[in-house]
């Protein structure tokens, strides 16, 4: 009780304090109103009296002043009234009513004024110990002011009035606030207190080793929000905590070899030695945008996030990328920093803004129109403009001379550079921090050294890359083709014993290090339907009918091989008609990079192509292919992997493919078949997947049928040791192999250059017409 009595405390006085002040404003208006409502009613009662003095008083005749007497002693019974008086400048009495003291017959102020100014005029003063209240009227003669009419009015009764209101408004201000504090501590009781007491209550669970909050445990509502949302950040990190602790225990117990993200944070914690670790990619792993009430957090799905964030949460390190959302600015500092993530600020965010111009020139132009489809074999004509190279180098300067400012006070700094958008930032870097070790991992293939000649600057997107201490690939094949380029372009020596460069006394590492998806902890967030159930959800919602899914997930890309899954699809239903109204495909298609316009054309291929291949064989509620044409979170995708009969990856050209390791991982119940196009990275460790060529539409069409003909028996066996090789080889061991690399390159510290970049003006311009030579006119 003396707990709660200290909470209401304040709000006690407080209302104490509002009902006295507003008591005091109640009694002074009541005073104003009641002066005001006198005031008006003696000038209504002197203007009537005016009336029927002023012929009596102009006339000045014998009678006049017996007639005069005889209207005011008429007029003198009223409420309040105390007399009424009629005087004769410079102070004569003409009438007086009997019932005003011999004082009045001396002419008081107020009725001198009133003939001085020939306007009526009332003044509130006090007669001995009574106050009053006169209001005096001139009185012409001749036609200028000659005397003066005053009523008197006795204002005692304003005083009682107004104790009178006082009083009432005292008791009103005590049963308020009475009233008022037992309610809130009864409120403070029931909304505060015992809320309060039960969170305590679990608290002490989680001290005694129990991570699960029931709902009904933490107090609800929005006052308790934060509160909920910190004490649920609190059971998550201690169990989180706890199992890791476990985990290691078991680990070291078993001498296991998976790796997690607790694993990955001890092992780089302790070869970082206190460095921290610098990322540089194009996406930004948290994204501010406006919303209603204010700029929301949006977590962009990548699973580089998920690798790299554990290494920078222990090394506290940075993680430089250009700011795109819309409310971006507005969440930095005065230095674009901003700690991350936003329930526990462990690593610093830094942002880097681009124009408008310098994205549609770097990002859209030279890295999507050139690179892209220069290092994926897709047939889509690469194209380079000296205007996209020109801003590709500034973005590349722009983002090298963010990390080099984070950098600043750090020894022997560790750099890690994501794909295709940086080819010339590892030199950059490299040149002003010499004691800097350098990675970069490049996301997409590396074409053979004759296809990547076609790149009119492949000589400074070499030298660039040649900066960096490691260049990490998905496959060996990568590699040996990086390795030719080299040979072929430029005078460096290749190393092929060891897979390195060594060009102007500086040696790069060349290493495939394949990517993959984090693998399920075998503790599901939620319950999962069956395969089954999850299907008939799925029908319903999309409105078909099917007893069997198949699903493709991709952006909407002319690498992806969509089309070609299509019509792979088209053969299979026209040679297996048993398979109508049964099969149905859900593509999940999230339009992508729609600026260019080689995208937006291929979308439209995509829905066209769709709808001609439904329009041939619908039937009813069944299609044979789904096209979704929106962005999916995890959980949506989820559920389709898990309620699909088949996952189908046609990629034409693909560095690794992460659908299909995310397809196996989710697949617990080790059903279902992957079929894998041959041309994605991911084929050489997913060898228990149906393999297929996606040119070849007869050959897709067989593998359909073989999956969906496809005993339990061996669909259990296969998808059981495609899991084992994507939770061995997870995205944790990706990051662990590369970074651990990455710390035990020795570097020979020299004294540090400021050895600055070539402008973009200034780098060589080579004639374009080379690329144009080799993929023809």
């Keep these: 009780m003396r707990t709660t009595l200290k909470l209401v405390l304040p709000l006690i006085t407080s209302v104490a304090l509002v009902s006295l002040l507003f008591a005091a404003y109640q009694v002074r208006t009541e ?91 009332g003044e509130l003063t006090r007669a001995g110990d009574t106050p009053m209240y006169f209001y005096a009227m001139p009185l012409e003669r001749n036609g200028k002011a000659a005397g003066a009419l005053m009523v008197v009015f006795e204002a005692s009764y304003i005083d009682a009035r107004v104790l009178r209101t006082l009083r009432d408004a005292l008791l009103s201000a005590l049963l308020e ?110 994204m501010h945008v406006k919303g209603e009430k204010g700029p929301q957090v949006l977590v962009p799905a990548s699973g580089l996030v998920t690798a790299l964030e554990p290494v920078l949460v222990a090394s506290d390190g940075t993680w430089v990328a250009h700011g795109a959302g819309n409310a971006d600015r507005e969440t930095v500092d005065e230095n674009d920093r901003l700690r991350v993530p936003p329930d526990l600020p462990s690593y610093t965010l830094r942002r880097v803004w681009l124009t408008d111009e310098e994205v549609k020139g770097y990002y859209e132009g030279f890295a999507n129109e050139g690179l892209w489809p220069l290092c994926h074999i897709a047939h889509t004509r690469p194209t380079f ?65 004759e296809v990547f000649g076609i790149c009119p600057w492949q000589r400074e997107l070499l030298d660039g890359l040649l900066g960096a201490d490691l260049i990490g690939f998905h496959t060996q094949t990568h ?40 693998f399920p ?27 069997l899914l198949g699903v493709g997930v991709d952006r909407v890309d002319y690498t992806k091989g969509i089309l070609e899954r299509f019509r792979g699809i088209e053969r299979f239903i026209e040679a297996n008609p048993a398979y109508q109204r049964r099969f149905s495909f859900v593509q999940i298609g999230a339009p992508s990079r729609t600026d260019i316009p080689r995208y937006q054309q291929f979308l439209d291929e995509v829905t066209a192509e769709a ?76 060898t228990d997947a149906i393999l297929v060529n996606p040119y070849d539409e007869q050959q897709m069409a067989g593998a359909i049928l073989r999956a969906l003909e496809m005993p339990d028996e061996e669909q259990a066996a296969r998808m059981h040791r495609m899991r084992a090789s994507v939770k061995d080889h997870n995205v944790f061991r990706w990051a662990a192999n590369l970074l651990s690399d990455l710390t035990e390159i020795r570097i020979d510290s020299p004294e540090r250059q400021e050895t600055p970049a070539p402008t973009p003006e200034e780098s060589e311009e080579p004639e374009s017409s080379k690329a144009d030579a080799a993929w023809g006119s």
């Design 31 to 121: 005073r104003k109103n009641l002066n005001h409502d006198l005031s008006r009613r003696a000038e209504l009662l002197a203007e009537s009296l005016q009336e029927s003095i002023q012929p009596l008083f102009a006339k000045d005749a014998p009678n006049s002043e017996r007639n005069m007497q005889r209207v005011v002693d008429r007029f003198a019974q009223r409420e309040h009234m105390r007399g009424i008086v009629v005087y004769e400048a410079p102070g004569n009495v003409n009438a007086m009513t009997s019932t005003l003291a011999p004082s009045f017959r001396q002419i008081p102020p107020v009725a001198q004024k009133a003939i001085q100014l020939d306007s009526g005029r």
């Design 177 to 286: 606030t009475l009233l008022i504090s037992g309610l809130a501590l009864l409120l403070v009781r029931w909304t505060f207190l015992d809320p309060l007491k039960r969170t305590a209550k679990w608290l002490r669970t989680l001290r005694a080793g129990e991570t699960h909050a029931p709902s009904a445990s933490l107090p609800q509502g929005e006052l308790f929000e934060q509160l909920n949302r910190e004490v649920t950040h609190l059971a998550r990190d201690l169990g989180a905590a706890r199992a890791a602790a476990a985990e290691e225990a078991q680990l070291r117990e078993t001498h296991a070899s998976v790796w997690t993200a607790e694993r990955l944070r001890i092992s780089l914690q302790s070869k970082l030695k206190g460095k921290p670790l610098f990322v540089i990619s194009n996406r930004e792993p948290y």
């Design 385 to 449: 403009r000296p205007e996209d190279w020109l801003q590709y180098q500034r973005a590349n300067r722009r983002f090298a001379d963010a990390v080099l400012q984070e950098m600043e006070g750090q020894e022997a700094p560790i750099v890690l550079v994501q794909d295709y958008h940086f080819a010339l930032l590892p030199r950059m870097v490299k040149d002003a921090r010499p004691d800097a070790r350098v990675a970069i991992f490049w996301h997409i293939p590396w074409p053979n050294a």
């Design 479 to 518: 590699c040996n083709n990086f390795l030719e380029t080299v040979d072929r372009a430029l005078e460096a020596l290749t190393e092929w014993d060891r897979f390195a460069v060594n060009r102007k006394g500086h040696v790069t590492r060349v290493r495939p290090y394949p990517i993959s998806v984090a």
């Design 521 to 547: 902890d075998g503790k599901p967030k939620r319950e999962w339907k069956s395969a089954g159930e999850e299907r008939a959800a799925l029908c319903e919602e999309l409105g078909i009918e099917a007893s």
């Design 611 to 686: 709808e001609r291949i439904n329009q041939r064989f619908q039937s009813g509620k069944w299609r044979p292919i789904a096209l979704l044409r929106r962005h999916h979170s995890h959980q949506e995708i989820a559920r389709f992997y898990r309620a699909a009969s088949l996952c189908l990856v046609s990629s034409l050209h693909d560095g690794m493919n992460l659908v299909a390791k995310e397809f196996v991982a989710m697949r617990d119940d080790e059903h279902g078949v992957l079929i894998l196009s041959t041309f994605a990275g991911a084929a050489l460790e997913l």
